[in-house]
């Protein structure tokens, strides 16, 4: 079983940055695609973005690229998201995901608890 501690979320005007941090513990993730999605309320959960395990590929959703970036520290078991340029339609609950890859939610098995991002205007 693998567990996820997620932060880094918080309360930002739009413009500005927030970096998301996932650490796993359990098991190792190295193995894994980690991915991010989001859901705002009354919308369904989204993909966000994703890594491979060695971090040579990565794929963004259309409305985030150029915006975000993900990356990943296997030493570590953590997985970052960094949001710049953040604008309000970005205010959703974060999650962060370990899977196979894809970009669907039925590609990762293992899911974070989340993290609120609030972007105001």
């Known amino acids: 079983q693998v567990q996820f501690v997620e932060s880094g979320g918080g309360l930002v005007q739009a413009g500005g940055s927030l970096r998301l941090s996932c650490a796993a513990s359990?098991?190792?993730?190295?193995?894994?695609?980690m991915g991010w999605f989001r859901q705002a309320p009354g919308t369904e959960r989204e993909f966000v973005a994703r890594?491979?395990?060695?971090?040579?590929?990565?794929g963004y959703a259309d409305s985030v690229k150029g915006r975000f970036t993900i990356s990943r520290d296997n030493a570590k078991y953590t997985v970052y998201l960094q949001m710049n340029s953040l604008k309000p339609e970005d205010t959703a609950v974060y999650y962060c995901a370990a899977g196979r890859g894809g970009d669907r939610i039925r590609d990762y098995d293992y899911w974070g608890q989340g993290t609120q991002v609030t972007v105001s205007s």
């Open positions: 359990g098991r190792t993730v190295s193995d894994y695609t």
């Open positions: 890594i491979n395990y060695g971090g040579s590929r990565t």
